[in-house]
């Protein structure tokens, strides 16, 4: 009795959350549409010759690879995370190898965006910015590893059974 409470809070507060980040995910892209076109009125996509002198060559030739290691990075973990609130919203137990591995995902994907992050933050602005998603990382890859463990304890429960 007390593992169905349990199932259906799991549930119950994984739906909220995943209409919780469509909601903010929505509301982030909406908010930067006015900001571009914003932009785009007052000339910000103009060429300048004096903005690009600041660049080192170094900064010019790994700036891409960096952002484009950014973007799949955070695109990963926002798949993980979708894929975990969807998986325990219907599976009956959140200790399956799917869900382990979308927390381990999410994790690693974190720790790669921050330190991708800083390493461009770098590059364009010499100063070195490092948030708390590399903690938030670190804990949800620990999190993964009690997962995975919880796993192996609910194939040889059903296994007793």
């Known amino acids: 009795m007390e593992n169905e409470k349990l199932n259906s809070?799991?549930?119950n507060i994984s739906r909220i959350s995943v209409v919780g980040l469509i909601a903010y995910i929505g509301i982030a892209a909406y908010a930067m549409f006015p900001d571009a076109k914003q932009g785009f009125i007052d000339g910000w996509n103009d060429y300048e010759k004096n903005g690009l002198d600041d660049v080192s060559d170094f900064a010019a030739v790994l700036g891409f690879p960096v952002s484009v290691v950014m973007i799949v990075a955070l695109v990963i973990a926002i798949v993980a995370g979708?894929?975990?609130?969807?998986?325990m919203s219907r599976g009956a137990s959140p200790f399956t190898e799917k869900?382990?591995?979308a927390i381990k995902n999410m994790g690693v994907s974190l720790i790669v965006f921050e330190v991708s992050k800083a390493l461009f933050m770098y590059?364009?602005?010499?100063t070195i910015e490092i948030g708390m998603l590399w903690l938030a990382g670190l804990v949800l890859y620990a999190f993964s590893l009690v997962?995975?463990?919880g796993t192996v304890?609910?194939?040889e429960s059903d296994e007793t059974l």
């Open 123 to 126: 590059m364009y602005e010499e």
């Open 82 to 87: 979708l894929q975990l609130l969807f998986g």
């Open 9 to 11: 809070k799991i549930k």
């Open 99 to 101: 869900i382990s591995r």
């Open 153 to 155: 304890l609910q194939k």
């Open 147 to 149: 997962f995975r463990y």
